[in-house]
């Protein structure tokens, strides 16, 4: 079993950063990889970015600007959010998955077992 908690969302102005954290804790919580959704009122929930073993994802909507990175000592992931847009605006939500070797790119909301309560990043003009 494994607890997710994100933080560093907030209100910044276009062309801003965050960077955003989501920690795992739990008795198996090493054992657990974790990517990072994001989710607008009355749509559905989308993949933003998620590390692997071949190189991270990222949807083609932050591609260039959003980064992942992890710290396993931690069990903490982070995505470094720059050069926000408005249409960045979204919670953003930390997810968790068994830290197992894919035979393709989990991206999709049935890939992960585990998310945590959302962060909200609101983005000005």
């Known amino acids: 079993q494994v607890q997710l908690v994100e933080s560093g969302g907030g209100l910044v102005q276009a062309g801003g950063s965050l960077r955003l954290s989501c920690a795992a804790s739990?008795?198996?919580?090493?054992?657990?990889?974790m990517g990072w959704f994001r989710q607008v009122p009355g749509k559905e929930r989308e993949f933003v970015a998620c590390?692997?073993?071949?190189?991270?994802t990222y949807a083609d909507s932050v591609k260039g600007r959003f980064t992942i990175s992890r710290d396993d000592a931690k069990n903490t992931v982070y995505l470094q959010m720059d050069s926000l847009k408005p249409e960045d605006t979204a919670v953003y939500y930390c997810?968790?998955?068994?830290?197992?070797?894919?035979?393709?790119?989990?991206?999709?909301?049935?890939?992960?077992?585990?998310w945590g309560q959302g962060t909200q990043v609101t983005v000005s003009s």
């Open positions: 590390p692997s073993w071949s190189g991270e």
């Open positions: 997810a968790a998955r068994l830290k197992v070797r894919m035979s393709y790119v989990p991206r999709g909301q049935a890939d992960y077992g585990y």
């Open positions: 739990g008795r198996t919580a090493s054992s657990y990889a």
